[in-house]
């Protein structure tokens, strides 16, 4: 059905780690069946989360879609509601999502949902012609990461090097970084490791270290949308007013994908220090 549909598409091994070993439990998954053929599919992944400083857990909405010939027939959104039924029932207290133009109408005017707050994201142009093509809505090469280097770099004062694998001091930088968030996701070991080291997916992680303490965390990536080939930051853990980490990691994340991509974009960090340290990268 996905790939009929043409949403992301998961592999047996994606699937696995995604729904079966996510440390915050096994997801939900409902399926609308005609005559043996699955016509619809709603999944739901539950995430560890600090929401207004108590520890609970969140089910957020992945992976939906519906048969070009089922829709207008309200199988989305019969799926959708029992997934939040069972979600509700498991004790998640509200869900989020990000909705395409498709779903949009079926989450705020048939299920009810609250629109919030369009984020903007931040770029980095990394070459003048990629700027360009995307003014004049040409599209680039798609592009890729360079090849992982285990070289520690010296930047801004820190070293900075690959993190291969995530203990308890990603914990204490998690605590540490909390502050800075708001409600949100818990950064911990446990989800670095599940989320970002044994994805399928590519992803690099770094780690900046003022000695023998881990100081700061970037998580990089590389996608191709809208033409544009772009480096992304999918994590970045930094306390919210210690802002070398938080430049000296986003220097090393733009050398990852420099070559490869037009920009490295993120979602800014909500503290205005930290903004201010991205203007100065």
């Known amino acids: 059905l996905l790939a009929r549909v043409g949403t992301t598409q998961l592999t047996d091994e994606e699937f696995t780690w995604w729904f079966d070993r996510n440390p915050a439990g096994e997801g939900i998954v409902s399926l609308a069946v005609d ?39 309200g199988v989305f959104s019969t799926l959708q ?50 700027v360009v093509r995307y003014a ?30 995530f203990d308890e001091d990603m914990d204490a930088l998690g605590l540490r970084a909390a502050g800075g968030y708001g409600s949100h996701f818990t950064r911990d ?33 590389h996608t191709f949308k809208h033409g544009v080939s772009a480096g992304f930051v999918a994590d970045l853990v ?11 990691l986003l220097s090393r994340a733009a050398a990852q994908v420099r070559g490869g991509a037009d920009a490295l974009v993120l979602l800014p960090p909500r503290a205005p220090v930290q903004r201010r340290a991205l203007v100065r990268a």
């Open 35 to 73: 005559e043996g053929d699955v016509v619809g599919v709603a999944a739901m992944s539950f995430f560890a989360t600090r929401l207004e400083g108590v520890d609970t857990r969140l089910a957020i909405p992945v992976n939906v879609a519906t048969d070009a010939r089922y829709r207008g027939q």
């Open 81 to 130: 509601q029992e997934n939040e039924d069972v979600a509700a029932t498991s004790g998640s207290p509200l869900t989020v999502t990000f909705p395409n133009a498709k779903s949009y109408p079926i989450f705020v005017r048939r299920l009810g949902w609250t629109e919030l707050p369009r984020l903007r994201l931040w770029a980095r142009p990394l070459r003048a012609a990629g």
């Open 136 to 165: 004049l809505g040409r599209p680039g090469e798609r592009g890729g990461m360079r090849a992982p280097d285990a070289t520690p770099r010296m930047i801004h004062g820190l070293e900075v090097r690959i993190v291969e694998r």
């Open 189 to 221: 070991a446990r989800y670095f490791n599940w989320r970002y080291l044994d994805s399928p997916r590519d992803y690099r992680c770094f780690g900046a270290y003022r000695g023998d303490e881990l100081a700061g965390v970037a998580v990089v990536g």
């Open 238 to 248: 930094v306390p919210p007013d210690d802002t070398r980490p938080t430049r000296a």
